[in-house]
């Protein structure tokens, strides 16, 4: 499937008084996960372990 059908199913799932706004938050979220899922596919991730020592260092 390409970019573009990707998106114009995505934009065909919205309901019709969707604003311009939604669909682009819509649009939006797909993007970050199928990033993400990428991200999983090539073991690209870190642990919630080394997520939690990322923040308490930021609170210091």
Same mark, same amino acid.
């Given at each position: 499937?390409?970019?573009? !059908?990707?998106?114009? @199913? =995505? /934009?065909?799932?919205q309901?019709d %008084?969707?604003s311009y706004e939604? =669909?682009? *938050? @819509?649009l ?6 199928? *990033?993400?899922? %990428? !991200?999983? %596919?090539?073991?690209? /991730? =870190?642990? !919630? !372990?080394q997520?939690?020592? #990322? =923040? @308490?260092?930021?609170? #210091?």
């Amino acid at each position: 499937m390409t970019v573009k !059908d990707t998106m114009t @199913e =995505i /934009i065909a799932r919205q309901p019709d %008084d969707s604003s311009y706004e939604e =669909i682009l *938050r @819509e649009l939006a979220f797909a993007r970050m996960v199928n *990033r993400g899922l %990428d !991200d999983s %596919d090539k073991d690209q /991730i =870190i642990s !919630d !372990d080394q997520v939690k020592r #990322k =923040i @308490e260092s930021w609170q #210091k």
